[in-house]
């Protein structure tokens, strides 16, 4: 059994031994099949990897400017802790960008890991120079104000089609997205861990020009 210190040893471990595809398949021999987000939410660079506790945002589209058009988004970007993935659910706006530079840098700065919208984007590239981990649906130009406003936050959301609550352990890399329900984690954790190490033995013998289908009855893995 593996076991951490606090959770910045564990997003650290899961980043160096993990991957998307291994952790979704941890969920499923838990019975956990609807925890990956949709194919078009993805990384705005090819090597962003991102994972951490989620700290969920709403977004809402209006259609007139408003008084305060960021009180409430700035109120949730200024309550992340480190560790933290922002998860913004923007009902798959095409409207309005949720996320840019800005929202960004005083993530980082507060020691969040990274964010997730199920909407757009922009930024792009100062967001990659930054190497702050960012998956969106898009990108585009405009600004939220006279848009959308964030309605609520660190409460359950719907992001890329899966249900997200504060505290779940969202890992993002460039095939996609899973969340791991944190209370399940430490055995999709564990099962992933073995899956990996019997993917390595029968790469391996995979390589030595065995049969694939004497390797699968070995290991059990494909």
């Known amino acids: ?3 951490f210190e606090d959770d910045l040893e564990m997003f650290r471990f899961i980043k160096d031994k993990l991957y998307c595809a291994v952790l979704s398949d941890s969920l499923d021999q838990f019975g956990f099949y609807h925890q990956a ?13 991102v994972v951490g506790r989620a700290m969920t945002v709403q977004s809402v589209d209006v259609y007139e400017r408003v008084e305060e058009p ?4 700035i109120e949730a970007v200024d309550s992340l802790l480190p560790g933290n993935v922002l998860v913004a659910s923007t009902g798959r706006s095409t ?3 949720f996320w840019g530079e800005l929202l960004s ?16 984007t922009r930024d ?26 964030v309605s609520n936050y660190n409460c359950p959301v719907s992001c890329g089609d899966v249900v997200v609550r504060s505290g779940d352990i969202v890992f993002g890399d460039i095939d996609g997205i899973v969340v791991i329900p944190r209370q399940t984690e430490r055995e999709v954790i564990e099962w992933a861990l ?13 390589k030595q020009g065995k049969r ?10 494909l």
């Open 1 to 3: 059994m593996v076991s």
């Open 37 to 49: 987000m949709r194919a078009d939410i993805r990384p705005i660079y090819p090597e962003a990897v």
């Open 70 to 73: 960021y009180e409430m988004e």
């Open 95 to 97: 409207c309005t960008c």
């Open 105 to 120: 840098t005083a993530a980082q700065a507060r020691g969040a890991f990274g964010a997730v919208v199920d909407g757009y």
């Open 124 to 149: 792009v590239r100062q967001i990659t120079e930054m190497q702050f981990p960012v998956f969106a649906a898009g990108m585009k130009p405009v600004d939220s104000n006279g848009r959308s406003v």
């Open 194 to 206: 073995e899956k990996v190490e019997d993917e390595n033995k029968t790469r391996d013998e995979l």
């Open 212 to 221: 694939l289908r004497d390797v699968y009855e070995k290991y059990g893995v």
